[in-house]
T-cell receptor, first 115, second 111 residues
């Protein structure tokens, strides 16, 4: 059981480049989410999904796209990277009990720098 | 939109002292979760509270959920250096709505 995996661990982009951060989980969790964490700040929700084919925006969705074609995978796409997107990105997943999430399992994070 | 605030933002304590962090939501929650993040690490789940007025204990940690299900607290008795990290609450409003994390409380324990 690998849990939640994220790739890459580190990435440096130039302004304007695009890339996809990968996230996968092997626990058959319905709920998956992407957060960004800036120095000294909390976790801000970018996008989330309650199941395959269903995604919704979080607090800071601008500049990011997601899709959920399978239960296991939830990639995050940066369309045109900007220095303001320099951050640590965490993917998380959890069971749903009815319509409520249970404990979230976090991946190790991707440290992204945009120059 | 829903906001979840935590106080204090930072707390320095001498080893052996107690520590409390408070979490307040602008809306009623279905459940609240607590996480701990060590420096350089990722958040790790500690506990979930579901019922109004619920109190749960994990060794030296005591978690409470308010009667109105809008606030919560985490109390650590006799802190140890292993307690260092940032503690986050996360509120779930249910109904497939997003989980919102609090701003976090960073705990430093001075040996």
């Amino acid at each position: 059981n690998a849990g939640v995996t994220q790739t890459p661990k580190f990435q440096v982009l130039k302004t304007g480049q695009s890339m996809t951060l990968q996230c996968a989980q092997d626990m058959n969790h319905e709920y998956m989410s992407w957060y960004r964490q800036d120095p000294g700040m909390g976790l801000r929700l970018i996008h989330y999904s309650v199941g395959a084919g269903i995604t919704d925006q979080g607090e800071v969705p601008n500049g990011y796209n997601v899709s959920r074609s399978t239960t296991e995978d939830f990639p995050l796409r940066l369309l045109s990277a900007a220095p303001s997107q320099t951050s640590v990105y965490f993917c998380a997943s959890s069971y749903l009990k009815g319509t409520e999430s249970y404990e979230q399992y976090f991946g190790p994070g991707t440290r992204l720098t945009v120059t | 939109g829903q906001q979840v605030m935590q106080i204090p933002q930072y707390q320095h304590v001498q080893e052996g002292e107690d520590f409390t962090t408070y979490c307040n939501s602008s809306t009623t929650l279905s459940n609240i979760q607590w996480y701990k993040q060590r420096p350089g690490g990722h958040p790790v789940f500690l506990i979930q509270l579901v019922k109004s007025g619920e109190v749960k204990k994990q060794k030296r940690l005591t978690f409470q959920f308010g009667e109105a299900k809008k606030n919560s607290s985490l109390h650590i008795t006799a802190t140890q250096t292993t307690d260092v990290g940032t503690y986050f609450c996360a509120g779930d409003r249910g109904g497939y709505q997003k989980v919102t994390f609090g701003t976090g409380t960073k705990l430093q324990v001075i040996p």
